[in-house]
T-cell receptor, first 109, second 113 residues
């Protein structure tokens, strides 16, 4: 069983729609990361959070430690948001990340 | 804005050959990582490096792999005798402290023939 599960695997949305991507994990963590992987392969860090909620522009990330669940929301989605969104967790004092399989988002104009 | 750089962007090699993948982390960062992503699969941790030594490594990081920080700026991953299954995108990342975000390089695509 994967330690980090994401849903959905694929998501197609119309421009302007509100998008939610979910991440559940089964291990104790010290932090959770949301990353964006562009079609060319590059990875960009969007958020790192260990509790509560963070917002950056049209992106919002929340985490519920008790339920071992995090969500990434995109408001007013745009075709340039099309990418793979990856949830990754950091366990305890270890620095390495454990990755989910990613959610491929396609936003149509 | 400071960024992690990696060279080469694409490396093609014959099975059994040695390859060295190079990374230049962000200059004031102290923690360095290598990850790999086989095509169509999730990203996997290989190794982390701090204070000139390996701090953690995964099962993937066997005796064929080694890492080095030969000077104050470069961080290298060496694969001694490449196998077909080593074909993947290799990402370097760095962070300034342990519980902070990691900054990823653009990756090196390794193709083993």
């Amino acid at each position: 069983k994967n330690e980090v599960e994401q849903s959905p695997q694929n998501l197609t949305a119309q421009e302007g729609e509100f998008i939610t991507i979910n991440c559940s994990y089964s291990v104790g963590i010290s932090a959770l990361h949301w990353l964006q992987q562009h079609p060319g392969g590059g990875i960009v860090s969007l958020f790192m959070l260990s509790s509560g909620k963070k917002k950056h522009g049209r992106l919002i990330a929340t985490i519920n430690i008790q339920e071992k669940h995090s969500s990434l929301h995109i408001t007013a989605s745009h075709p340039r948001d099309s990418a793979v969104y990856i949830c990754a967790v950091k366990r305890g004092s270890q620095g390495n990340l454990i990755f989910g399989k990613g959610t491929k988002l396609s936003v149509k104009p | 804005e400071p960024e992690v750089t990696q060279t080469p962007s694409h490396q093609v090699t014959q099975m059994g050959q040695e390859v060295i993948l190079r990374c230049v982390p962000i200059s004031n960062h102290l923690y360095f990582y290598w990850y790999r992503q086989i095509l169509g699969q999730k990203v996997e941790f290989l190794v982390s490096f701090y204070n000139n030594e390996i701090s953690e490594k995964s099962e993937i990081f066997d005796d064929q792999f080694s890492v080095e920080r030969p000077d104050g700026s470069n961080f290298t991953l060496k694969i001694r005798s490449t196998k077909l299954e080593d074909s993947a995108m290799y990402f370097c990342a760095s962070s300034d402290r342990l519980p902070t975000e990691q900054f990823f390089g653009p990756g090196t695509r390794l193709t083993v023939l």
